[in-house]
């Protein structure tokens, strides 16, 4: 059983910055995309940055700039380095990695870690 276990939430001044990580325990086979969602209080999760394989990255464009996702596919390990922090970064931040190959694909989720950004 593949189990994510997420670090480095905490409370954050505006303008400050953290970092989150992931840990994947066991293995899975296949091919895997990276990636951190959020949710805020009274909002849908939404998708904060995804990292492929290959090094390919997608942000969403209120992160672009500010947050930097990366990822050790040899370490089942994912970061994301988030600078410029704003109080509407506050969230419940997800990890997901996603079985994409073979078929059908799979998520596993981590348990989420709270980001407060706050004066």
């Known amino acids: 059983q593949v189990q994510l276990v997420e670090s480095g939430g905490g409370l954050a001044q505006p303008g400050g910055s953290l970092r989150l990580s992931c840990v994947a325990s066991?293995?899975?086979?296949?091919?895997?995309?990276m990636g951190w969602y959020r949710q805020a209080p009274g909002k849908q999760r939404e998708l904060v940055a995804i990292i492929t394989g290959s090094g390919r990255t997608t942000y969403n464009d209120s992160v672009k700039g500010r947050f930097t996702i990366s990822g050790d596919y040899a370490k089942y390990t994912a970061y994301l380095q988030m600078t410029s922090l704003k109080p509407e970064d506050t969230a419940v931040y997800y990890c997901?990695?996603?079985?994409?190959?073979?078929?059908?694909?799979?998520?596993?989720w981590g348990q989420g870690t709270q980001v407060t950004v706050s004066s």
């Open positions: 066991g293995t899975i086979f296949g091919t895997v995309t």
């Open positions: 997901n990695f996603q079985r994409t190959i073979p078929p059908p694909p799979r998520d596993y």
